[in-house]
C-alpha cells in the first residue's frame, strides 16, 4: 500500500511514517520547514519527502493519504484530495485502524512531561524483553528513533490532547483506546484550539470513557484539575502517584540535591533506590508514573527500577549541545511556564551558584497568542540572564515579561544577533539554557560558533 502522509515533519506524523514503513508500506509524504531530528530520522528511512503542499504531490495517486494537523483547508493539495473525492484518514485514525486495534494500548498523557514518561515506561518494558512498539514526541537516548511498530502486544504512545485533524476536532488521544492511561498533570495550554481550561477537563474525560473496566487509570494526585476531571465519573481502578493521602506511588529523594537519587515507595514501603542522568522532582513524578504502568503490563517494580539506572534521557531534555570557553550550552523543549519553571529549578540544584542564563523563544501556539504572558516572567526567577526572543510578528508586548525579570532581562528581535549578544555576555562556567519547541533558527549552533570566535578574538 502507499501511504502518503501530508504534514509529515511533525514529531507524530513522523512517528506514524516510521511505522507505516515498518509493517511494509510504501511511504511519501509533505511538509514545509522541516528541521532534526524528524528531519534526519526521515531521511534515514528512505522516506521521499516534498516541499510544500501543491497539489501534484498527488499523481500517482497513493492508495491512502494521512492528513496531519498542521493541513488545513485553502492548501491546494487539500482542495485537490476533497475535489477528486480521495480516501483520506486523520494520523491518529490511521494508527488506531492499522496498528492499534490488536494492541495493549499503554497511552501518556498530560500538560507536561509526556515526553520524558513514554520514553521511560518504553524503556521499562523494552528492559523487560517485550520489544514494545511506541510513538513518541521526541527521540529517547535508549532507541534513537521516535518510533517502531515493535511486537504485539504492548504499544507505548504519547497521548496528546491536541486537534486531531481539520476535519476532526478531537483530541487525537481519543482514537487511542488505551488499556493502561497515565495521567500526568493538566492545565491550560493550547490557546488556539481550547478557549478555557475547562475544555480541556472535557476532552481528558473523553478518553478516560474509554478505558476498560479491567483497564488502569494512573494519576498524579497532587493534581486538582484531574481530580474534577475524574470527579466527573470514572469506570477504571486507579492509582495514584506524588503526594497526597490517596498516593500509592510516592518517593523520597536521596542525598542529591538535584533529585537524581530516589527511593521508590508503594504503599510507603520502599522497593529500591534509584540513581540515573535525569534531575528534577518532576522526573521523579514521571518515573514512579512508569513503574506503576509498567506493573500493571505485568513488569515487576525492581525490574523497573533496574531499567531507570540505564535510562539515558531525550534529545531536546536537558540535552547538552556543546561546551566552548567553558560554556555549556543545552537545549531543551520546556515552551509553558510550568515547564519552564521546573527545568530551571532542577538546573540550579544540579550546578548550584552557578550562572544560569535562559533563552526562551516563544513558539507555541499559546506562546504567540500571549495566553501566558503574565506567568511567564516568574517562571523565570530562577535565572540569573534572562534573553527573550521576540520577532517583528510575536503580536502581542512582552513589557509585562521584561518588567517581573527586571534587570536581568534582555530581549532580541534577530537569532543572529542574539547569538552574537550571548557569546559576548557568557563567562567561563556559565549554563546556557536555550528553550523552544521548535528550531529556533538554529541558535544552539550558531552560539556555540560564537563562543569559539568570541575565544580565538
Same mark, same amino acid.
Given at each position: 500500500?502507499?501511504?502518503?502522509?501530508?504534514?509529515?515533519?511533525?514529531?507524530?506524523?513522523?512517528?506514524?511514517?516510521?511505522?507505516?514503513?515498518? &509493517?511494509?508500506?510504501?511511504?511519501?509524504?509533505?511538509?514545509?520547514?522541516?528541521?532534526?531530528?524528524?528531519?534526519?530520522?526521515?531521511?534515514?528511512?528512505?522516506?521521499?519527502?516534498?516541499?510544500?503542499?501543491?497539489?501534484?504531490?498527488?499523481?500517482?495517486?497513493?492508495?491512502?493519504?494521512?492528513?496531519?494537523?498542521?493541513?488545513?483547508?485553502?492548501?491546494?493539495?487539500?482542495?485537490?484530495?476533497?475535489?477528486?473525492?480521495?480516501?483520506?484518514?486523520?494520523?491518529?485514525?490511521?494508527?488506531?485502524?492499522?496498528?492499534?486495534?490488536?494492541?495493549?494500548?499503554?497511552?501518556?498523557?498530560?500538560?507536561?512531561?509526556?515526553?520524558?514518561?513514554?520514553?521511560?515506561?518504553?524503556?521499562?518494558?523494552?528492559?523487560?524483553?517485550?520489544?514494545?512498539?511506541?510513538?513518541?514526541?521526541?527521540?529517547?537516548?535508549?532507541?534513537?528513533?521516535?518510533?517502531?511498530?515493535?511486537?504485539?502486544?504492548?504499544?507505548?504512545?504519547?497521548?496528546?490532547?491536541?486537534?486531531?485533524?481539520?476535519?476532526?476536532?478531537?483530541?487525537?488521544?481519543?482514537?487511542?483506546?488505551?488499556?493502561?492511561?497515565?495521567?500526568?498533570?493538566?492545565?491550560?495550554?493550547?490557546?488556539?484550539?481550547?478557549?478555557?481550561?475547562?475544555?480541556?477537563?472535557?476532552?481528558?474525560?473523553?478518553?478516560?470513557?474509554?478505558?476498560?473496566?479491567?483497564?488502569?487509570?494512573?494519576?498524579?494526585?497532587?493534581? &486538582?484539575?484531574?481530580?474534577?476531571?475524574?470527579?466527573?465519573?470514572?469506570?477504571?481502578?486507579?492509582?495514584?502517584?506524588?503526594?497526597?493521602?490517596?498516593?500509592?506511588?510516592?518517593?523520597?529523594?536521596?542525598?542529591?540535591?538535584?533529585?537524581?537519587?530516589?527511593?521508590?515507595?508503594?504503599?510507603?514501603?520502599?522497593?529500591?533506590?534509584?540513581?540515573?542522568?535525569?534531575?528534577?522532582?518532576?522526573?521523579?513524578?514521571?518515573?514512579?508514573?512508569?513503574?506503576?504502568?509498567?506493573?500493571?503490563?505485568?513488569?515487576?517494580?525492581?525490574?523497573?527500577?533496574?531499567?531507570?539506572?540505564?535510562?539515558?534521557?531525550?534529545?531536546?531534555?536537558?540535552?547538552?549541545?556543546?561546551?566552548?570557553?567553558?560554556?555549556?550550552?543545552?537545549?531543551?523543549?520546556?515552551?509553558?511556564?510550568?515547564?519552564?519553571?521546573?527545568?530551571?529549578?532542577?538546573?540550579?540544584?544540579?550546578?548550584?551558584?552557578?550562572?544560569?542564563?535562559?533563552?526562551?523563544?516563544?513558539?507555541?501556539?499559546?506562546?504567540?497568542?500571549?495566553?501566558?504572558?503574565?506567568?511567564?516572567?516568574?517562571?523565570?526567577?530562577?535565572?540569573?540572564?534572562?534573553?527573550?526572543?521576540?520577532?517583528?510578528?510575536?503580536?502581542?508586548?512582552?513589557?509585562?515579561?521584561?518588567?517581573?525579570?527586571?534587570?536581568?532581562?534582555?530581549?532580541?528581535?534577530?537569532?543572529?544577533?542574539?547569538?552574537?549578544?550571548?557569546?559576548?555576555?557568557?563567562?567561563?562556567?556559565?549554563?546556557?539554557?536555550?528553550?523552544?519547541?521548535?528550531?529556533?533558527?538554529?541558535?544552539?549552533?550558531?552560539?556555540?560558533?560564537?563562543?569559539?570566535?568570541?575565544?580565538?578574538?
Amino acid at each position: 500500500m502507499h501511504v502518503h502522509i501530508l504534514g509529515i515533519g511533525g514529531t507524530f506524523m513522523g512517528g506514524v511514517a516510521a511505522i507505516a514503513k515498518s &509493517a511494509g508500506h510504501r511511504v511519501t509524504g509533505s511538509d514545509r520547514n522541516m528541521y532534526p531530528p524528524m528531519s534526519t530520522q526521515l531521511q534515514a528511512l528512505g522516506v521521499e519527502v516534498v516541499q510544500g503542499f501543491e497539489a501534484a504531490q498527488l499523481d500517482p495517486l497513493p492508495d491512502v493519504i494521512v492528513v496531519g494537523n498542521v493541513v488545513t483547508r485553502g492548501l491546494p493539495v487539500v482542495e485537490a484530495m476533497l475535489d477528486r473525492g480521495l480516501s483520506y484518514v486523520s494520523g491518529p485514525e490511521w494508527l488506531a485502524r492499522e496498528v492499534l486495534k490488536d494492541r495493549w494500548v499503554l497511552a501518556v498523557a498530560g500538560t507536561h512531561g509526556k515526553t520524558t514518561t513514554t520514553s521511560i515506561l518504553t524503556w521499562i518494558l523494552e528492559h523487560a524483553g517485550l520489544n514494545p512498539g511506541f510513538l513518541i514526541g521526541g527521540v529517547p537516548a535508549n532507541f534513537g528513533m521516535s518510533a517502531r511498530l515493535g511486537s504485539a502486544p504492548f504499544f507505548v504512545i504519547e497521548a496528546d490532547e491536541y486537534d486531531t485533524a481539520f476535519f476532526d476536532k478531537r483530541a487525537k488521544f481519543v482514537h487511542y483506546r488505551p488499556r493502561t492511561v497515565i495521567l500526568n498533570n493538566l492545565e491550560y495550554d493550547h490557546a488556539d484550539i481550547y478557549p478555557d481550561v475547562a475544555s480541556i477537563e472535557r476532552q481528558f474525560h473523553h478518553l478516560v470513557r474509554t478505558v476498560p473496566g479491567s483497564g488502569r487509570i494512573v494519576w498524579n494526585v497532587g493534581d &486538582a484539575r484531574l481530580a474534577e476531571t475524574l470527579g466527573l465519573g470514572c469506570w477504571t481502578p486507579r492509582e495514584g502517584f506524588g503526594s497526597g493521602q490517596e498516593a500509592k506511588w510516592t518517593a523520597a529523594a536521596r542525598g542529591e540535591k538535584d533529585y537524581s537519587s530516589f527511593e521508590v515507595l508503594e504503599d510507603g514501603v520502599s522497593r529500591g533506590e534509584v540513581r540515573w542522568s535525569l534531575i528534577g522532582a518532576h522526573n521523579i513524578e514521571n518515573a514512579l508514573a512508569a513503574i506503576a504502568a509498567a506493573r500493571h503490563a505485568g513488569v515487576p517494580v525492581e525490574q523497573s527500577i533496574a531499567a531507570l539506572k540505564s535510562f539515558k534521557g531525550i534529545a531536546r531534555r536537558m540535552e547538552l549541545r556543546g561546551e566552548v570557553r567553558g560554556v555549556k550550552v543545552y537545549d531543551d523543549f520546556a515552551h509553558h511556564p510550568t515547564a519552564v519553571q521546573t527545568t530551571l529549578d532542577g538546573l540550579r540544584r544540579r550546578v548550584g551558584q552557578a550562572r544560569i542564563i535562559a533563552v526562551l523563544e516563544p513558539r507555541s501556539a499559546t506562546m504567540k497568542m500571549g495566553a501566558h504572558r503574565d506567568t511567564l516572567g516568574p517562571s523565570l526567577a530562577q535565572a540569573d540572564e534572562v534573553w527573550l526572543y521576540a520577532p517583528p510578528d510575536l503580536g502581542w508586548d512582552i513589557a509585562p515579561v521584561m518588567k517581573a525579570v527586571g534587570a536581568r532581562g534582555h530581549s532580541s528581535r534577530d537569532i543572529d544577533a542574539l547569538a552574537r549578544d550571548l557569546a559576548k555576555a557568557a563567562r567561563s562556567a556559565d549554563h546556557v539554557l536555550i528553550m523552544s519547541n521548535g528550531g529556533f533558527g538554529g541558535l544552539h549552533g550558531k552560539l556555540l560558533e560564537e563562543l569559539g570566535k568570541e575565544g580565538r578574538g
